[in-house]
């Protein structure tokens, strides 16, 4: 398992989304080290890799969104669906990996990458219009929905350096079994699923909370 590349946003117009003039999803691979820090409260802009940031400060940044990762296999996978060449980064990605099944992680699971940096699953991406304008793919949504691949969110537990060819290690995996996969199914089209993931403390408290009201 290992880190394929780090991959940081350039800002461009946002022609999709109503309540965000700029987007960060244009994501490509830089070379060297990249500063992982936790970025804080969502509202600012903020994300976990130093040079990149979001501008919808609404809905993506702050410490549970801080760090995005997508499988290199999941975007081989959909090239061959989409038609067309996906280089790592395609999908706004932070960290294009290998060797780690993202989507079979479970919440609340942490990897070390390199020496020093320590990050934590803490929920799926959720597509939006920016992500379907992006890829120029009427209906992405829906597709994207239907096949559960979404990838995971991660927040940052211990700070420092990462770059591309980076080991990946899977340190702790905890005793439920609230997947990234089965989290976004529950979010989107399969919402009994919602009470089980109250199994997983790590979630972000937003989520719970929709969880709880399903629950009850």
């Known amino acids: ?8 946003g350039r800002e461009r117009p946002n022609l999709w989304k109503k309540n965000a003039s700029a987007t960060g999803i244009d994501k490509r691979p830089v070379e060297g080290a990249v500063e992982v820090r936790a970025p804080g409260p969502k509202g600012t802009g903020a994300v976990g890799l130093a040079g990149d940031r979001v501008h919808d400060v609404k809905h993506h940044g702050g410490d549970d969104q801080a760090v995005y990762a997508y499988a290199r296999e999941d975007l081989d996978d959909w090239q061959t669906i989409v038609g067309r060449e996906l280089p790592n980064g395609a999908f706004g990605e932070n960290l294009t990996t290998t060797g780690l099944d993202v989507n079979n992680a479970l919440i609340g699971e942490r990897w070390r990458i390199g020496s020093d940096v320590v990050l934590e699953v803490s929920c799926p991406r959720i597509p939006c ?3 379907q304008g992006w890829l120029g793919r009427p209906g992405w949504i829906k597709q994207f929905t239907v096949a559960a691949l979404p990838g995971p969110y991660l927040r940052v537990i211990e700070p420092g350096e990462i770059r591309a060819g980076d080991p990946i290690t899977v340190e702790s995996r905890p005793q439920h079994g609230v997947t990234v996969s089965l989290t976004f199914r529950a979010m989107t089209s399969q919402p009994h699923l919602l009470p089980r993931l109250l199994e997983a403390d790590a979630l972000p408290e937003e989520i719970k909370e929709v969880a709880r009201k399903r629950a009850s």
């Open 129 to 131: 219009s920016t992500f």
């Open 1 to 8: 398992m290992r880190l394929l590349s780090v991959n940081i």
